[in-house]
């Protein structure tokens, strides 16, 4: 499964409530209609006061083909002006968010464990990675796939973890995206901590094992995060 993510910041003057108001009422039902589009979702943060983002857009698509077909050649930076629907689309996420801190990321989903019957509902923590200075991307995505991956998918209480690769990483804002799925809002600041801190327990476990492994691949200060709760709105899956 392929999907773009749309790191969204609200438009000034407007509050997070009104943000997600116009998200929900007058943008999203644009968004979801799209061609191609199997499953939308939007990921709201559940502090919002420390988010880094006011939210996530999820667009899936069944293969790179259709993605490319709605968005343009690299869906992460060139949308397809031919088609009208994207126009239009694009030329309303100026009424509610900030052009210029949006961020488009475009990737291959790949499931690493999945114990639920879908998202929606279900608490979540999406990292978005970069590499060290260094490394190669291809050297990145060993590390992260070999060593780290194991280690993250079992911290207690995930559900569910999926990275993201980038389908043009030479073009891409990140090296790739992890997701990690809980059921329970308290288990995910337990093992990974609060918005906009590290608070978890420094002795817990995977979690103890996975933090301290990302100081072997990740600039961690050039990773953003956010912590939200995926709203589903579409699934023809």
């Known amino acids: ?7 969204l910041t609200r438009a000034d003057g407007m509050s997070h409530e009104e943000f997600v108001e116009y998200w929900r009422e007058t943008h999203a039902p644009k968004a979801e209609a799209l061609p191609g589009v199997c499953k939308y979702s939007i990921v709201l943060p559940t502090d919002p006061a420390h988010a880094e983002f006011d939210g996530l857009a999820e667009l ?15 869906g992460d930076h060139e949308p397809n002006f031919d088609r009208a629907e994207v126009v239009a689309v694009n030329e309303d996420v100026t009424n509610f968010a900030d052009p210029g801190a949006l961020t ?21 923590h999406s990292a978005f990675l970069v590499r060290q200075d260094g490394m190669s991307h291809a050297e990145f995505v060993e590390y992260w796939q ?8 079992e911290i207690a209480g995930v559900v569910r973890y999926a990275t993201v690769l980038p389908a043009a990483p030479e073009h891409a804002a990140f090296d790739g995206v992890a997701e990690l799925y809980f059921e329970d809002l308290d288990a995910l600041h ?4 609060g918005e906009g801190s590290r608070d978890y327990d420094p002795e817990r476990g995977m979690a103890k094992r996975a933090r301290e492994d990302v100081d072997s691949f990740l ?19």
């Open 1 to 7: 499964m392929y999907k773009q993510i749309v790191l």
């Open 60 to 74: 899936y698509f069944e293969d790179l083909e259709q993605l490319y077909g709605t968005f343009g050649s690299r």
């Open 104 to 124: 488009r990321f475009v990737g291959e989903e790949q499931l690493q464990r999945d114990d639920v019957d879908g998202t929606d509902g279900l608490y979540k």
């Open 146 to 153: 070999t060593n780290h991956t194991p280690i993250a998918r």
């Open 190 to 193: 337990d093992a990974l901590g």
């Open 219 to 237: 600039a961690i200060d050039r990773r953003p995060r956010l912590i939200g709760r995926e709203h589903v709105r579409v699934d023809e899956g």
